[in-house]
Each structure stands twice: as structure tokens, then as C-alpha cells.
């Protein structure tokens, strides 16, 4: 028996074999062949098929990914139809009479290498997509599987280095148990693939766990962050008592999700979601989610090539505002930077990426991003329920700066007779400690104030929410962390402002009667946890619950506060 610790990236507990993630290495020998044609009719073959491939993962990722991770696949296609590169191909195999494996390989190497060599953030992305579909040739002609988890054939933990956006989407879901990965962070594309699917997901265990052996035991608990290669009887029967009980309060709280939350004491608390694509909007809907408390729009930018235009972007926006008709959707404006890394906008590196020119700050030194964006959420609104709120504030200043940049985008749609919405809500995430600590003065400027407690964490406790060493610092349930979300909410409070939460603390079950008492409005979570929040608001007193929360604030550790809710709610502790 052998226990990893890892960063708690999807809550839930699961048990089952390991399925060890591993692309298989290419390996071409340069051999002479003797009919040089049909090495042509193979290269040939090939082509068509990878054209195949790519296009049925393009389908694929339309209706289970965003239209984002949909056009790499589209950029995939373009590359194979270059007839630069494919005639260079030919040409290598006519004149040096080599296999169509070693011209595939030597052409697309020397292409991508000619590409990253422009050092241009734009090109060096487009270098990988041309190894990609470089690959992709060579695993038809040589017969090797199309993904790692083509022999996947029973529901597994799936364990790797770390996934991306294109392995995730090849991967069959209904197989799929869980995510454990050496590398990776809480906010990892695969953490969120995770989070969205509702299934347990454990990040950055250390690379020991890619020794462990295929269909080997593992229990994945997402929700302590830990994994257990090999356990013993005793532990899996342990965990078997726990997946139970889980499973029976979630199948009791779905039974209810589109019933409102209101308190025993008769407070209404609005429990909504956070989501990045259509498919999270659909989820939202089934799980009972009141509306939308944070769109991810990073989604529609990162993994593809260019920016998204004002028209992608409207059509993107629209599409998920029409999943929710009159229910309120809040758009985050982008928020790249940090670990959230975007090649073809050509961002100078810094040497503390959460520290510096992060979302809005990059927002409004670059009108050429911000603006579409703004014109493209203000045209989808019409006759919808939309919000706007500004990430990663830090003065008062800025908000009306951007609010400025607003204004002027308005001014032109009006100019241009575009159907835009009119008088919409604009709120700031309050995720930087001094944004905390200035909320009286932040509450002036704004509508409503939504807590970002996965940032407010990190900056709060200074301790990066990406490393695997200091998760356990950056944790919100940490009093210093809490105390400045009491602060945060009182104010806005005194200027009859609302405010909401979409940090990961919004779905903790544990944390919710603490959040109660502090008196938050809104509740913001990946839709699959809607349900259990709902039923848990549904089973407190709102009144009762202030008096935990100031005795929560007065302990010292993450560890004795969720004690203290476990031993005052006991309900609670059955679910965590
Ligand atoms: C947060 O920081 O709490 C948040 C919700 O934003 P993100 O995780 O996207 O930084
Ligand atoms: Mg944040």
C-alpha cells in the first residue's frame, strides 16, 4: 500500500484499476525502399485517413468541447491540406528514394523547426500543431493506435503525466473513473474536465505514480487530495462505506435540485454555477443551477492559434445565454496570465506570472482584446439576463477604467445602430487582498461583488495555488482568508450590494454553513455540486449558522474549523 498526497483538484472518492496514460514513442528508421510510387499511394492512404481522424475528433469536440478546442482540430485539417509541406514530403521520397515514415517525420520536424524558429509566440504554437499532425501521419503508416486509451475497456482511474485538451477529448467518458496526475494544479485543464464531469480528481501526486502498474488498485479520494496504490482490504472497504453514503445523500439532494434553496428560517440563497462552454450550460440546467455565477471565458482563447473574433465570440456567448433564457449568466472578462498561458497574444515573460500583467491589468493596456470582447458579451445579451464582471481587481481605479472602456464600446455600437444590452449589471471579482481590504470604497463602483477564493487564497496566504508543496496553505478555509470574506460581504452590505462566491470554497459542503452565516448571497459552483448545496442550505438555520461562523473565525487552522462545522452539523460530515 503506497499513499501519494496531491492537490485536491475534483472532489469525490472513487476506486478502481489504474489505466497508465502513456503516448507511445515513434521511433523511424531511415530505410531506402525500392518503388518509391507506392510509398507515394501509402503517404497517400495515410493522409486521407488522418484526415479521417481529425475530422471526426473536430465533430467530437464540437458537441462535447467548446468551439475553442474544436479549432485546433480545425487548424489540424489546414496543416494536412498545405501543399508546401506534402509536396516536400513527395519530393524527399521520389528523390532519395526513403520511406514515407522517414520523409513524414524529417518534412514535418524541419517545418516546426522553421516555424519555432521565427520566436514569435503565434508561430511556436503553430510548430507544435505541425508535429501534432506530423504524428498523426506516421501513427496511421505505422499501425500505432490513434490514442493512449484506445485499449481502455473497463471504467479506470486514468493516471498521467497531465492530459491535454485534445487526449481529453479522444477519451471515452463513460470509462473514465478518475484523473490522477504526476504534474498539473486544481485549475489544470484536466482538474476542470474533472470538475465538470463530476469525477474524483487528484493533481500533482510526484511522478512515482506513473511506475504504478496498469489495472492496479487505486483509491482516488478528490476530496483530501490523496491516492492509495494498492490498498489494503480494510482501507477499500473504508471507502466503499464512504462512497455509499455519498451516493445516497446525492441521489436524495438531485431528487430536489430544481427546488429553490431557502433555509429553515426562510432565506432564499440563489445557488448557481460556474461553467466555460454550452456543455457546462447543459449541465447547469440538469443539476438545478439558478443561473450562471461565473463564465469562464479564457476557454474560447486559450488552445488555438489567433484571437477569437468579436462575431466567434458573440456566437459563443449567445449560444450559452440561450441555455438559460431569463436566468441570470455573469461573464468574467478574460483572465490570462498567471498559469493560464495564451502564445499568440505575444505576452512578454515575466518572472512572476501571478503577480503581474494578469486579466484585467492586461485588459486595459491591450483595447484590442478587451474591446471585441466587451462589444461581442454586450450584442449576445440582448434580451438576456447577463452580468460583466472584471477579474483580478485591485484599486478602485481600475474599475472605472474599465467601466470607461465599456462606455466607449456602447458609444460605438450605438453609433453603428448594433442591437446591444442596455443598463446590464457590472460587478468585479473581489480575489486580491486589497480589494478585500478597500471593499467600502470597491462597493461604490460596482452592482455586486463575487469572491474569488482559489486567488484570494493563494495572494492571501502567499503561496502559489499551482504548487503542490504549499497546498496546504493555500487553503480558504483558513481564518485569516476567512475573515477578510466577512469583511468583504459587510461592506458591500452597508451600500446594499450583493454578494456572491465563485471560488472553489462555493461548493464546499463543509464551508457552507460557515458561508451562511457570514451572510453571501450567492453561491457559484461546478453544476454537479448544485444539488448537495442546495439540499445542505436547505437543512440549516441562517440565523443559527452566524453564530458558528464567528466561532469558526476565532480558531487558527483550516483543520479545527471544519472540526468545529463537522461537530455542529453532523449531517455534514457524512458527505465529506
Ligand atoms: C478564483 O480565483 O477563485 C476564481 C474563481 O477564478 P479562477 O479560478 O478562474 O482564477
Ligand atoms: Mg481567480
Not at 495564451?342 to 501571478?354: D, K, R, T
Request: charged share 25%.
Amino acid at each position: 500500500m503506497k499513499r501519494l498526497a496531491g492537490i485536491p483538484a475534483s472532489r469525490g472518492i472513487c476506486i478502481g484499476p489504474v489505466f497508465q496514460f502513456i503516448r507511445q514513442e515513434l521511433v523511424v528508421t531511415d530505410c531506402k525502399v525500392d518503388d518509391p510510387q507506392k510509398e507515394i499511394e501509402r503517404l497517400n492512404a495515410a493522409i486521407g485517413a488522418a484526415k479521417e481522424q481529425i475530422s471526426k475528433i473536430y465533430e467530437k469536440a464540437l458537441t462535447e468541447a467548446s468551439q475553442a478546442d474544436a479549432e485546433i482540430f480545425q487548424a489540424h485539417l489546414m496543416i494536412l491540406e498545405d501543399p508546401e509541406m506534402l509536396s516536400e514530403v513527395r519530393k524527399k521520397i521520389e528523390s532519395r528514394k526513403c520511406s514515407a515514415e522517414s520523409a513524414m517525420k524529417e518534412t514535418a520536424q524541419a517545418f516546426s523547426d522553421m516555424m519555432a524558429a521565427m520566436k514569435d509566440e503565434y508561430f511556436a504554437a503553430r510548430a507544435t500543431d505541425i508535429l501534432d499532425v506530423g504524428n498523426r501521419v506516421l501513427r496511421v503508416l505505422m499501425g500505432v493506435a490513434e490514442s493512449p486509451t484506445a485499449n481502455l475497456k473497463t471504467p479506470s482511474v486514468i493516471v498521467a503525466d497531465d492530459l491535454t485538451p485534445s487526449d481529453t477529448v479522444l477519451l471515452d467518458k463513460s470509462l473514465v473513473i478518475g484523473f490522477c496526475t504526476a504534474r498539473g494544479s486544481a485549475t489544470s485543464h484536466t482538474a476542470i474536465l474533472a470538475r465538470g464531469l463530476g469525477i474524483p480528481a487528484v493533481a500533482g501526486v510526484g511522478e512515482s505514480i506513473l511506475n504504478s502498474c496498469n489495472a492496479s488498485q487505486i483509491i482516488l479520494d478528490g476530496t483530501n487530495g490523496e491516492a492509495i496504490l494498492d490498498p489494503d482490504q480494510a482501507m477499500v472497504k473504508d471507502y466503499e462505506q464512504r462512497i455509499q453514503t455519498a451516493r445516497t445523500i446525492r441521489e436524495a439532494s438531485v431528487k430536489h435540485a430544481h427546488e429553490p434553496a431557502v433555509t429553515i428560517d426562510g432565506r432564499h440563497l440563489e445557488v448557481v454555477s460556474n461553467i466555460g462552454n454550452v456543455e457546462g450550460a447543459r449541465s447547469s440546467i440538469e443539476n438545478g443551477a439558478e443561473g450562471v455565477g461565473l463564465l469562464r471565458t479564457e476557454f474560447l482563447y486559450l488552445e488555438r492559434s489567433s484571437l477569437p473574433t468579436e462575431e466567434e465570440q458573440y456566437q459563443a456567448y449567445k449560444a450559452i445565454l440561450d441555455v438559460f433564457g431569463n436566468l441570470p449568466v455573469i461573464l468574467r472578462t478574460l483572465d490570462v496570465g498567471g498559469d493560464k498561458e495564451i502564445p499568440y497574444m505575444g505576452l512578454a515573460a515575466e518572472s512572476n506570472s501571478f503577480l503581474g500583467q494578469r486579466a484585467l491589468r492586461l485588459c486595459l493596456v491591450r483595447p484590442d482584446i478587451f474591446k471585441p470582447q466587451l462589444r461581442a458579451a454586450l450584442r449576445a445579451g440582448v434580451g438576456r439576463n447577463l452580468k460583466i464582471m472584471f477579474p483580478m481587481v485591485a484599486t478602485a481605479s481600475e474599475v472605472r477604467a474599465a467601466r470607461k472602456v465599456m462606455d466607449e464600446c456602447i458609444a460605438e455600437l450605438r453609433k453603428e445602430n448594433i442591437p446591444f444590452a442596455e443598463n446590464i449589471e457590472i460587478g468585479i471579482m473581489v480575489e486580491i487582498p486589497s480589494a478585500a481590504l478597500v471593499a467600502d470604497q470597491l462597493a461604490k463602483e460596482v452592482d455586486f461583488f463575487s469572491i474569488g477564493t482559489n486567488d484570494l487564497s493563494q495572494y492571501t496566504m502567499a503561496a502559489d495555488r499551482t504548487n503542490p508543496k504549499v497546498a496546504d496553505l493555500s487553503n480558504a478555509f483558513f481564518p485569516a482568508v476567512l475573515r477578510l470574506i466577512r469583511d468583504v460581504i459587510s461592506a458591500a452590505h452597508k451600500e446594499g450590494k450583493w454578494v456572491g462566491m465563485c471560488g472553489e470554497l462555493a461548493g464546499e459542503p463543509l464551508a457552507a454553513p460557515i458561508l451562511l452565516g457570514l451572510g453571501l448571497d450567492e453561491f457559484s459552483m461546478n453544476p454537479p455540486m448544485v444539488p448537495v448545496v442546495k439540499q445542505i442550505l436547505r437543512n440549516l438555520n441562517a440565523q443559527e449558522m452566524q453564530a458558528l461562523a464567528e466561532q469558526a473565525l476565532q480558531l487558527e487552522s483550516p483543520q479545527e474549523i471544519q472540526q468545529l462545522v463537522k461537530d455542529k452539523v453532523p449531517f455534514i460530515a457524512e458527505l465529506v
